[in-house]
Structure formats: C-alpha cells, structure tokens
C-alpha cells in the first residue's frame, strides 16, 4: 500500500510562506477574480494550483476549479455551518430569505439570457419566477421587494458574476425617471458560484448535500473529517465532535497537517484545539480587534465573565451542553420543513442513509443569566461613556448586546440557552482582554479643562 505524501511536499521551504498564503486565500475567499479580492490575488493563487489542488483533493477531499479567470474552491461539507451565511451578505448583513430565494431565481434566469442583458429584460424573466413561489413573489412597487433585488443585483456584481457596462443599478433603485443598467453576464462566473455535490431537485432533504461516511469510517476518512472542522470553525471541542473524531483530533499529526499548509499555529487545550492566526487574515470576523464597537464590547463583555467566574464560580450554575448532533438534526429539519415536494422524481430521489452519529461524552458550562449580562453591558457604559459606542449603539445598550453575543456564538465561545448563555473553554483564553480608549497625546500639561485664548 503506498503511504500518502506529506502536505505541500513539493513546496521549496523557501516558498513555504507563498504558498501558505495562498491556502488561506483559497479556503477564505468564496471566488477569487482578476478584482476580487484584490488584483493580484488570483496570479499568486494561480502559482501553485496544481499543488493547492492535490493537497485539497487529498486531504480535505475537496475540489479546486482554477482556471485564468477565477479560481473557486467547490468544499464536501459535513455539517451545516451556520458561519457560511457571512458568504451570502451585503455591507455585514446576511442575506435574509427572500435575498436568498431571489439570488437563486436570478441565477436560474440567466440560463436563458444571452451575454448580454438589461435591468428591464431581467426583472421581466425573474417577476413571473418569483411570484409563482408561494410567500415570495415580486412587486416592483414594494420598497423592501425592490431593495432585496438590489443587494442581490449587487452582490453578483461584486463576486464577477455580472459587469455593469451602462447605466446604474443605484439610479435605478432611486427611481430617476426610465433609469436602467445594462449587464453583461459572465457564465463561467455564476456556474461555479453554485455548484452543489448532487442535483439539488433529487435531493429530499438538506443533508443529502453533506457529505456522508459509512457507519465503520476509515482512519484516513476519519482525519478528513477532523481536518474540515479545523479549517471551518473557529476552536473544535472535543465535546462538540464524535468520539474517532476526538481521537483524531488529540493525537499529533491532522492538526500538525493542516497547521503546514496555512501557516496557523496548533493551540492545544484538555476541552478542544484550535488554529491561532497571528496575522488575523485568516477569519471572515477578526477578533478580538479595534474595529466596531460590537467588537470592543464582545471583548470586554468576555473579560466581565471571566471576572465573574473568578469571583463567585462556586455560586455559578453549570448546565448541559447542548449535543451538536441533535442541534443539527433540528436545524436539518426546520430547513427541511420549507421543502417543496412538488416535482421530485421518487426513483430519482436520493435521501441520506439514517447513520446514527456516536454520542459524544456529555460535559456541562457555567451560565451566565440574561439579567447578569445586561447588567454588564450597563456597566460598561458608565464606565467608558456612553459616547465611545459610537452613534448607533450609543442609546441602544440591549441591542449592542444581542450584537455582541451573536459575535461570540459564532465564534464558539458562548453557546445561547433560554434565560442565557453557556461559556464555552475557548472564552476563558481572552480572560485578560482590557479596554483601550484613544488618547490625548502627552504634551506635559495638566488637563485643566480650559480652552486656550481665541478659540
């Protein structure tokens, strides 16, 4: 049997680092372009697609399209990842279900479109697709209709798909008399954007786009599987995942792997792993960071529940975590629940085989109450000004914190219960986080609060 090289063994250690970041651009950016995300970007990816490839194909078991114009990276999932929704968004704010059925339907039209296409002849393809969906359908004079076919419209443009050569897709949305835009399609572009493992019209059940292991998986299938939650989540605990994948995990060699390939730094823990990314180019949400103020308050609101668990964890209540497994098979099951039945072929149909996963040892988290966190986040605000939360939050201390907390759940580090959260390990490594408030520049006189004369 012959034994499986080591990853990027044909790299050159002195192009290693090249190499590594173009595996980070690849596994980060849903499609690379001449434009996207930057020029450049896709010359140095195109370097070493023959080598990105193998080693994708390999290890992870996924695909790599790369020709001269886009490179996109075509993954098997095994879970549904809630994270990917930060794909579908525009200006930081996922695609809500009408963006999401109308990104669909338009994509679907430009089947039958030529290279070319206006606005006008767009929406009149779309409009009868649309309303044949039941609680969908279009209305030209619906403000909030017509600004979800603009995010969409947008963000086809942005990912290369579309290429505004006249008009304006903005005049139009402002309603500037006959306004139009004119679009020409890029094909090779919109079939890769969607591009699931099977025919999504024999597919009876969201799952049967994961990708599925035989109920005795090998060891090499087994690494693959903990290989993709590395690369995919943010910190693996064991907790989280099945006992041969655990094992997997702790023993050296599949984080040590994919550690090689991306340049990440192996951080081991008794509750889990993770990949550290010193450089903070490898996360669609960097954290912790000087950016927004939901940012800055996730950090502090941390350091406020490592505080509490330092001070009183005795009276704190510890309660199950959740099982991962059934939190999938319920979200399997309310995306299953908004499944058309109408138009499957049942001798076609493909349904995923009923494997029950291997339960994972139960392990309980502290809770920290709702009131407690409110109380925080209030806290917070007399202590830095209400002000340093920037306009938006600045009245709104319950809204930043919903923020905050969605931040840290799709980051693993807080896990939502009813009457509050659960602390996962991972918290506890941003314990010592502080607040930094910009500062005067030391000039060597006291701050008197006085202004100077003549101002």
Same mark, same amino acid.
């Given at each position: 049997?012959?034994? !499986?090289? =080591? ?13 590594? &970041? ?11 372009? !001449? /434009? ?35 490179? !996109? ?28 059925? %109308? ?22 393809? +779309? ?26 419209c947008s963000w086809l443009v942005d990912h290369g798909a579309l290429h505004v050569s006249d008009g304006s897709l903005e005049a139009w949305a402002g309603g500037h008399g006959q306004a139009d835009a004119l679009f020409d399609i890029d094909h090779e572009v919109c079939e890769v954007l969607f591009r699931?493992?099977?025919?999504? &019209? ?24 903990? =290989? ?11 907790? /989280?995942?099945?006992?041969?994948? #655990? ?11 994919? #550690? ?28 912790? *960071?000087? *950016? ?14 490592? /505080? ?5 964890? $005795? ?31 049942? @001798?076609? #149909? ?8 291997? $339960? ?10 709702? *009131? ?11 202590? +830095?000004?209400?002000?340093? +939360? ?36 991972? @918290?506890?490594? %941003? ?25």
């Amino acid at each position: 049997m012959s034994r !499986r090289r =080591r990853p990027a063994q044909r790299i050159d250690p002195a192009d290693l680092g090249a190499y590594q &970041q173009a595996m980070r651009r690849v596994l980060t950016c849903d499609i690379i372009t !001449r /434009d996207r995300p930057r020029p450049g970007v896709l010359a140095n990816v195109l370097r070493w697609a023959d080598e990105l490839s193998e080693d994708l194909r390999e290890l992870f078991g996924h695909t790599l399209i790369a020709t001269t114009e886009h490179v !996109r990276l075509v993954r098997a999932p095994d879970t549904l990842d809630p994270t990917q929704r930060q794909v579908f968004a525009r200006a930081g704010r996922p695609f809500d279900r009408r963006r999401l059925a %109308y990104l669909c339907l338009l994509l679907a039209s430009f089947q039958r479109s030529q290279v070319e296409v206006s606005l006008a002849d767009l929406i009149r393809h +779309f409009t009868p697709s649309a309303n044949a969906v039941g609680g969908l359908g279009y209305d030209p004079t619906d403000g909030t209709h017509k600004a979800a076919l603009v995010d969409v419209c947008s963000w086809l443009v942005d990912h290369g798909a579309l290429h505004v050569s006249d008009g304006s897709l903005e005049a139009w949305a402002g309603g500037h008399g006959q306004a139009d835009a004119l679009f020409d399609i890029d094909h090779e572009v919109c079939e890769v954007l969607f591009r699931p493992v099977r025919p999504v &019209q024999h597919v009876t059940g969201v799952t049967g786009l994961l990708v599925h292991h035989p109920d005795e998986p090998t060891r090499e299938q087994t690494a693959r599987r903990a =290989r993709r939650l590395l690369v995919e989540h943010p910190v693996v605990h064991y907790a /989280d995942v099945t006992p041969d994948v #655990a094992d997997a995990l702790r023993a050296p060699g599949v984080a040590e792997e994919v #550690a090689r390939l991306t340049g990440l730094t192996v951080e081991r823990r008794a509750e889990g792993v993770l990949l550290a990314d010193p450089g903070g180019l490898f996360t669609d949400r960097p954290f912790p *960071g000087r *950016g927004s103020a939901v940012n800055r308050t996730a950090g502090l609101l941390l350091a406020k529940i490592a /505080d509490r668990m330092e001070t009183a964890r $005795a009276a704190l209540t510890h309660l199950p975590l959740p099982a991962a497994p059934d939190a999938h098979a319920e979200l399997a099951a309310r995306i299953d629940s908004a499944l058309p039945r109408e138009g499957v072929v049942g @001798a076609l #149909a493909w349904t995923p085989p009923a494997t029950a996963a291997a $339960a994972p040892e139960p392990a309980t988290a502290p809770l920290i109450e709702q *009131g407690r966190l409110e109380a925080m986040v209030e806290d917070l605000f007399a202590e +830095f000004g209400a002000a340093s +939360f920037t306009a938006a939050w600045q009245r709104d201390p319950r809204g930043l914190l919903d923020a905050a907390l969605e931040l840290l759940t799709d980051l693993s580090l807080l896990r939502p219960v009813p009457g509050g959260v659960l602390v996962l390990p991972a @918290a506890l490594r %941003y314990r010592n986080i502080q607040g930094a408030l910009p500062q005067r520049p030391d000039t060597g006189m006291l701050p008197l609060g006085l202004e100077p004369e003549g101002t």
